[in-house]
Each structure stands twice: as structure tokens, then as C-alpha cells.
């Protein structure tokens, strides 16, 4: 334990260290130090390559969008949620979920960046290739809860693409599981239904990004054509492994 300690406290001097050198006036060194060293010590969190090649998703979503949106907007979140844990007060973070669980415990600025990190991570994942001109309908478990849940998945697509349309401005929608039910839900800005302050809370399993910069360039402002498009992409796969876990 005290070697742990002691581990925390030179880390979190290099850490700070660091700071002085790249990040931070003097004044808000004095005030970072003021703190608490061990609270202000955290892992960075990094960014992890796209599970596949940028143009993938092509024709549905283009190159250029997931170079941007991952590049850029995702490595935005990841250096701003490290900046984010390095310059304020908050409790020992070991993961973003233990974050989400006590959000009002963290700046706006981890709860934004935060949510960005941990929802794109999860958004790569759940698309896929498709080079087959073939509804990419959905198997297994997830195929039959879909169907127990909203009646057929004609009115799941419609539900759930009704919650990414009328997301007012920028925000995700969601599939959740939350007692063994599934639940259509959406969040603003970069929430998701993790976090202790979301209104409806349980396990996503299927995430769709409807911020601007995630259709922008090849759709426009037609958010419900990038939608229709997307449905061609979903990884039911992972979806049904997100579902296992859940239950
Ligand atoms: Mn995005």
C-alpha cells in the first residue's frame, strides 16, 4: 500500500511536472498543487486505432467523415478528458464507467469529454463493412428481443430512428437494456446512459452518433438519409455479444 502511494505521489509529481513544462501557468500550478497531489494523478486515457480502415463503411459513411470524426473529434475528447483529470479535483479514476457513476463528482469538462471518449469508442465497434447489396438485418438473441420489445424490426428501426431525428442539435441515440428490457432512448451533447445525472439509465448495446460532424460532409443536413444509410452498417454481432453481457 504504501509503495502505491508512493507511486501515486511521484507519478503525480511527474504529472504536474509535465504540466508546469507544457500546460499551465505558475498561478495555476500553485492552485493545482493546492488539491492535492493524489487526486490529481491519472492514467491517460488513449485512443485506440479504428477496428477497421477508414473507407470501410463506404458508400453508407465516407472516408473523409471517419477520418475526421476519429482523428479528430475523438482524439479532441480523449486529450481533453486527460487535460480534463490532470487540472482538476476528483475522486481516484480507474475507468470512465466509475466515472459515469458518480458524474456530479467531476467538471463538466470530464463529463463532456468523458462521454465523447467513452461513446465513439463504443460507436467504431458497433458498425461494420458491408459490400453485400443485402439487408443487414439482425440475428439470434437480438433478433428476438427486438421483436418481443417493439413488435417487428420495421417499428424498432422507426422508433429508434425517430429518437436520433428528433434529438434537438447535437446528441446519440441509443438501444439499452435496463432490467433485462430493451429501451430506446437520447441523449444531448456527449451524455450517455451511464452516467448517475441521464434521465433514462441502463446498458447501451446499440449507439448512434447524430452530431453533425458524424454526417455532415456526405449528408448534409439531411440527418434522416445518414440514418436510413447506417442501418446498412450495424455490427448485429457485436450488438448481440453487448446483449449477452448485459442480461
Ligand atoms: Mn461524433
Given at each position: 500500500?504504501?509503495?502505491?502511494r508512493d507511486?501515486?505521489?511521484k507519478?503525480?509529481?511527474?504529472s504536474?511536472?509535465?504540466?508546469?513544462?507544457?500546460?499551465?501557468?505558475?498561478e495555476?500550478?500553485?492552485?493545482?498543487?493546492?488539491?492535492g497531489?493524489?487526486?490529481?494523478?491519472?492514467e491517460?486515457?488513449?485512443?485506440?486505432?479504428?477496428p477497421y480502415a477508414?473507407?470501410?463503411?463506404?458508400?453508407?459513411?465516407d472516408k473523409?467523415?471517419?477520418?475526421?470524426h476519429?482523428?479528430?473529434?475523438?482524439q479532441?475528447?480523449?486529450?481533453n478528458l486527460n487535460?480534463?483529470?490532470q487540472t482538476?479535483?476528483h475522486?481516484a479514476v480507474?475507468?470512465?464507467?466509475?466515472?459515469?457513476?458518480?458524474?456530479t463528482?467531476?467538471?463538466t469538462?470530464?463529463?463532456?469529454?468523458?462521454?465523447g471518449?467513452?461513446n465513439?469508442?463504443?460507436?467504431?465497434?458497433?458498425?461494420?463493412?458491408?459490400?453485400?447489396a443485402?439487408?443487414?438485418?439482425?440475428d439470434g438473441?437480438?433478433a428476438?428481443?427486438?421483436?418481443?420489445s417493439f413488435?417487428?424490426?420495421?417499428?424498432?428501426?422507426?422508433?429508434?430512428?425517430?429518437a436520433?431525428?428528433?434529438?434537438f442539435?447535437s446528441?446519440?441515440?441509443?438501444?439499452?437494456?435496463e432490467?433485462?428490457?430493451?429501451k430506446?432512448t437520447?441523449?444531448?451533447?456527449?451524455?450517455?446512459t451511464l452516467?448517475?445525472?441521464?434521465?433514462?439509465?441502463?446498458?447501451p448495446?446499440?449507439a448512434?452518433?447524430?452530431?453533425?460532424?458524424?454526417?455532415?460532409l456526405?449528408?448534409?443536413?439531411k440527418?434522416?438519409?445518414y440514418?436510413?444509410?447506417?442501418?446498412?452498417?450495424?455490427?448485429?454481432?457485436?450488438?448481440?455479444?453487448?446483449?449477452a453481457k448485459?442480461?
Amino acid at each position: 500500500m504504501t509503495e502505491r502511494r508512493d507511486f501515486l505521489k511521484k507519478s503525480a509529481l511527474f504529472s504536474i511536472g509535465s504540466l508546469a513544462a507544457n500546460l499551465v501557468s505558475a498561478e495555476k500550478l500553485q492552485a493545482i498543487e493546492a488539491l492535492g497531489k493524489e487526486e490529481l494523478f491519472t492514467e491517460d486515457f488513449t485512443l485506440a486505432p479504428l477496428p477497421y480502415a477508414y473507407d470501410a463503411l463506404e458508400p453508407f459513411i465516407d472516408k473523409q467523415t471517419m477520418e475526421l470524426h476519429h482523428d479528430k473529434h475523438h482524439q479532441g475528447y480523449v486529450t481533453n478528458l486527460n487535460k480534463a483529470l490532470q487540472t482538476t479535483k476528483h475522486p481516484a479514476v480507474t475507468s470512465l464507467e466509475d466515472i459515469f457513476k458518480n458524474m456530479t463528482a467531476f467538471d463538466t469538462a470530464v463529463r463532456n469529454n468523458g462521454g465523447g471518449h467513452y461513446n465513439h469508442t463504443l460507436f467504431w465497434s458497433l458498425m461494420k463493412e458491408n459490400k453485400e447489396a443485402k439487408p443487414n438485418n439482425p440475428d439470434g438473441k437480438v433478433a428476438d428481443a427486438i421483436n418481443a420489445s417493439f413488435g417487428s424490426l420495421d417499428e424498432f428501426k422507426k422508433q429508434f430512428a425517430d429518437a436520433g431525428a428528433k434529438r434537438f442539435g447535437s446528441g446519440w441515440a441509443w438501444l439499452v437494456v435496463e432490467n433485462k428490457k430493451l429501451k430506446i432512448t437520447s441523449t444531448p451533447n456527449q451524455d450517455n446512459t451511464l452516467m448517475s445525472i441521464s434521465e433514462v439509465k441502463g446498458t447501451p448495446i446499440l449507439a448512434l452518433d447524430v452530431w453533425e460532424h458524424a454526417y455532415y460532409l456526405k449528408y448534409q443536413n439531411k440527418r434522416a438519409d445518414y440514418i436510413t444509410a447506417w442501418w446498412n452498417v450495424v455490427n448485429w454481432t457485436k450488438v448481440n455479444e453487448l446483449l449477452a453481457k448485459a442480461e
